[in-house]
């Protein structure tokens, strides 16, 4: 599928002052990186390349929580809504599991999966996960053997290293900056936060842990 135009090291992002957030946020935000409709416009589209790539396929989606949980309801509302309006439907069930490996805006070593023990309920079916990409998810999925693997995520970093794994469908491909917002948290916090967002240093200092 088409990859999209990088969001730049030096793109400003919009000023806050152009949208709605929860006033709660203010001051603890630098600017919006991409606005909520932004977003959605992006996640219909790749609702329709991943329609066009699985045909008719059953599929099983698997959401990683947390921080994939809006990207991954949206994308699925989208698939459904392309799926009720064709002549094929496609059947589609949803499961989750749960990651965490970050403490502030740092990633740290251990890696916790809750929720995978039993993926057998993935064996011959195609998957779309969704939240970030991460080698050792997709090892543990490939040993069901489901027919077919994609991952899609709304947004890749760009980081020097170890672009081992890039999700077949990407959102967004954004400076390796901490962002918050669309389900994207620091520290549990900017859950409730539509857009997609850059935290400010006193943000980052107001929810440490
Ligand atoms: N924001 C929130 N959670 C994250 C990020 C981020 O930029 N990177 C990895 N987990
Ligand atoms: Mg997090």
Not at 71 to 77: H, N, P, Q, S, T
Not at 133 to 159: D, N, S
């Amino acid at each position: 599928p088409a990859t999209p135009e990088p969001i730049n090291d030096d793109w400003p992002g919009y000023s806050l002052d152009l949208f709605n957030y929860p006033t709660h946020y203010s001051g603890d935000l630098d600017c919006v990186i991409i606005p909520h409709g932004v977003i959605m416009d992006r996640t219909e589209r790749l609702a329709r390349n991943i329609m066009d790539d699985l045909g008719d396929h059953d599929i099983v989606v698997l959401c990683v929580l947390k921080g994939g949980y809006q990207f991954c309801a949206d994308l699925v509302e989208r698939i459904k809504a392309l799926s009720r309006n064709s002549n094929h439907t496609i059947p589609m069930r949803v499961h989750f599991i749960r990651l965490r490996s970050y403490l502030n805006d740092q990633s740290t070593e251990d890696l916790h999966i809750l929720g995978a023990e039993d993926l057998s309920f993935l064996a011959g079916k195609g998957i779309v996960g969704t939240g970030k990409t991460m080698e050792t998810l997709l090892q543990h999925v490939k040993a069901f053997k489901p027919k077919m693997i994609k991952v899609a995520g709304l947004l890749v970093k760009r980081v020097q290293h170890s672009l081992a794994s890039v999700p077949d469908y990407v959102g967004f491909e954004i400076p390796n900056r901490f962002v918050v917002g669309y389900a994207l948290d620091y520290n549990e916090y900017f859950r409730d936060l539509n857009h997609i967002c850059i935290i400010s240093e006193s943000g980052k200092k107001k929810y440490k842990v």
